[in-house]
């Protein structure tokens, strides 16, 4: 049964600090998706990750992906309140032509003034 | 109407009512599925059809009855659902058989259900 785990649960960050977001799953995989939800509302997709050492970076927001170490991190560079979100990693597995995802447990940032 | 559309947004219902929860996706894609997200626990996928056909149901109660008539369309009806069953039900389409990125899923807002 693959296992999708994330850490911090929890992250509280001042404005203007960096942080990251780790994301580790069990089984081999090699597409990893990350998904933002606001409170109250649906998930919007940020990265798609598809290979061995792919690093995507959208405004602060940057995201790379591990296949050997089934790792991959969301970081966080100069932090601004907008980006106050639940942050959830995906992970594909069952070699299905369709997704079958397991998501971590989403990583809940707070970022103050 | 855009991305994948969810009616009703918010569903307080009875545990001997029935009731059901559509989902629209106007993406033109091949892939529908339904979530479950509770308070403290990782999205759950239910059930997963492609091209139609129902090809996940992730041990999910009989009390919950996906149908999808099309592939722009699909259902979850439910009757008799117990308290713990009170949730958000996310549904999501993506494009799978060659697309690319392969298997990015569109959520759409959820329906919250609360079940007294």
């Known amino acids: 049964e693959l296992k999708v785990e994330q850490n911090p649960l929890f992250l509280s960050m001042q404005e203007g600090k960096n942080y990251t977001i780790y994301c580790n799953y069990s089984?081999?995989?090699?597409?990893l998706y990350w998904y933002r939800q606001d409170p109250g509302k649906s998930l919007e997709s940020l990265f798609v990750?598809?290979?061995?050492?792919a690093v995507k970076q959208e405004g602060r927001l940057m995201a790379s992906l591990d296949t050997k170490a089934r790792l991959s991190t969301l970081h966080i560079t100069a932090a601004v309140h907008d980006l106050s979100a639940t942050y959830f990693c995906?992970?594909?597995?069952?070699?299905?032509?369709?997704?079958?995802?397991?998501f971590g447990q989403g990583t809940i940032l707070t970022v103050h003034p | 109407e855009t991305g994948v559309t969810q009616t009703p947004r918010h569903l307080v219902m009875g545990m001997t009512n029935k009731k059901s929860l559509k989902c629209e996706q106007h993406?033109?894609?091949?892939?529908m599925y339904w979530y479950k997200q509770s308070a403290k626990k990782p999205l759950e996928l239910m059930f997963v059809?492609?091209?139609?056909?129902?090809?996940e149901n992730n041990s999910v109660p009989s009390r919950f009855s996906p149908e999808c008539p099309n592939s722009s369309h699909l259902f979850l009806h439910l009757h008799t659902l117990q308290p713990e069953d009170s949730a958000l039900y996310l549904c999501?389409?993506?494009?799978?058989?060659?697309?690319?990125?392969?298997?990015?899923?569109?959520f759409g807002p959820g329906t919250r259900l609360t079940v007294l």
């Open positions: 995906a992970v594909v597995y069952g070699g299905t032509s369709y997704g079958k995802l397991t």
């Open positions: 059809y492609s091209l139609e056909e129902r090809v």
């Open positions: 993406l033109g894609h091949n892939a």
């Open positions: 089984t081999t995989s090699d597409r």
């Open positions: 990750l598809l290979s061995n050492g």
């Open positions: 999501a389409s993506s494009q799978d058989l060659g697309a690319e990125p392969l298997n990015e899923q569109f």
